[in-house]
């Protein structure tokens, strides 16, 4: 359990972006003590290799510690061997989460936390989706457009990281998503098609 100042200190933290799910919850509660506790970095790098241990042999080993029916001391041990090398706020993280019976929501917790880390070091992350790859000509100009955009995406000090996805599914045009869905422009032709059947039912 945290000390009286740890917890004082963790209050007086700010988190770069408000997330309200019961994981996020988590994630922030983690972000505010890791950096309260001058162990940010080396926290999030043990989250990683949490993340890593969780998603070897298939995913194994989550399927086990996310048995509702496992007692206190069978998930202490699962900790145990998650957190060998993990930091103080990682473990006593990890203890708390397997006292409330709570372990499987911990790779949706470590995604949220990768969300305050990039809130965090100021990355903005946009994924571009299209049927085919599109030309790096394209990509520099939805680039200029997002930075110089005047709600701010990025902010002068953060840092733009742009990604091309295909997905047949769009048809034509593109899908702009920021940062897992923070916004999104839909300028796809499957989403004009979806408006135009919309239309056409409400006329009939």
Excluded: W
Excluded at 65 to 84: A, G, H, Q, Y
Excluded at 167 to 188: A, F, T, Y
Aim: hydrophobic share 40%.
């Amino acid at each position: 359990m945290f000390s009286v100042t740890a917890k004082r200190f963790q209050s007086a933290v700010k988190a770069p972006i408000q997330l309200f799910n019961l994981e996020g919850i988590y994630a922030t509660s983690l972000y505010k003590s890791a950096v309260s506790l001058k162990q940010y970095e080396q926290s999030y790098k043990s989250l990683e290799s949490i993340k890593d241990i969780l998603s070897k042999d298939n995913g194994k080993l989550l399927q086990l510690i996310s048995n509702p029916t496992l007692n206190t001391e069978e998930r202490v041990s699962f900790v145990n061997i998650l957190d060998k090398s993990a930091t103080a706020p990682v473990k006593n993280f990890l203890s708390i989460l397997a006292e409330n019976n709570r372990l499987s929501l911990l790779p949706s917790i470590i995604a949220d936390f990768e969300k305050l880390n990039l809130a965090h070091n100021n990355i903005v992350n946009c994924k571009v989706y299209s049927v085919e790859p599109l030309p790096s000509k394209i990509l520099k100009r939805i680039e200029k457009a997002i930075q110089t955009s005047k709600k701010d995406i990025v902010k002068p000090n953060g840092k733009l990281v742009l990604e091309n996805e295909i997905r047949p599914e769009v048809l034509g045009g593109l899908i702009l998503e920021v940062n897992d869905g923070e916004k999104i422009v839909d300028l796809s032709i499957a989403s004009r098609v979806t408006k135009l059947n919309n239309v056409l039912n409400e006329s009939i």
